[in-house]
């Protein structure tokens, strides 16, 4: 089955630097990416998802790239602000049901 | 729209006790979803139903936990008996499949078992 791996686990910054976590996953019929935000005591909310037959998305401040021969995709957050603390999930899977979930990654944003 | 609704949102039951956790997802989405978040193994899908057919139960983690969909708004999973290693949040998500749309996450049930 899909396996992803996530890192860092934790990620320190200043406020206003950029932050990037990287997702590796091993199965290459996997076709859908989203990345999730979860403050603390809170749900997983969606904040920008891939489909594999993009090799980037932007949302503002958000990025989103993927390199399916490598099998790895990134999240990237520019001008880091201290709400975007939080810990971020990537997963994949192949269709839009079966999520295989990374282990998490803690951003903190000083100020 | 409401969100996916769960209930009851902190569960305190002894060791041995039947546990059940429902959900009610967004109107009209049709996936349904139930996943367990500890910090040991993070975030893992239990058991995801379709049209209220159950699809894929392989995360299901053991005989003692079930779920069911009688109808479109309305899931339960259920923990008989409990144990202290079940302790851990529970997490509804509902989706709509045919336009491939991502899935939405309730509030989720912080279950302790003593």
């Known amino acids: 089955g899909e396996n992803v791996e996530q890192h860092p686990s934790t990620l320190s910054v200043q406020e206003g630097d950029s932050a990037v976590i990287k997702c590796t996953y091993s199965?290459?019929?996997?076709?859908?990416f989203p990345w999730y935000k979860q403050e603390l005591g809170k749900r997983p909310q969606l904040i920008i998802d891939?489909?594999?037959?993009?090799g980037e998305k932007k949302d503002q401040r958000i990025a989103v790239t993927l390199n399916k021969t490598a099998k790895h995709f990134s999240l990237h957050i520019t001008e880091t602000q201290p709400e975007d603390s939080a810990v971020y999930f990537c997963?994949?899977?192949?269709?839009?049901?079966?999520?295989?979930f990374g282990t998490g990654t803690r951003l903190l944003v000083s100020p | 729209d409401a969100g996916v609704i769960q209930s009851p949102r902190h569960e305190v039951t002894e060791m041995g006790q039947e546990v059940t956790l429902r959900c009610k997802p967004i109107?009209?989405?049709?996936?349904l979803f139930w996943y367990r978040q500890t910090m040991m193994r993070g975030l893992e899908l239990l058991i995801y139903?379709?049209?209220?057919?159950?699809?894929?139960d392989s995360g299901m983690p053991e005989d003692r936990f079930s779920a069911k969909m009688p109808n479109a708004s309305f899931s339960t999973l259920k923990i008989q008996p409990s144990e202290p290693r079940d302790s851990a949040v529970y997490f509804c998500?509902?989706?709509?499949?045919?336009?491939?749309?991502?899935?939405?996450f309730g509030d989720g049930t912080r279950l302790s078992i003593l």
């Open positions: 998500a509902s989706s709509l499949g045919y336009s491939n749309q991502p899935q939405h």
């Open positions: 199965d290459s019929a996997s076709n859908y």
């Open positions: 891939i489909r594999s037959n993009v």
């Open positions: 997963a994949a899977s192949m269709g839009f049901q079966k999520l295989v």
């Open positions: 109107s009209g989405h049709d996936y």
């Open positions: 139903f379709n049209n209220n057919v159950p699809i894929d």
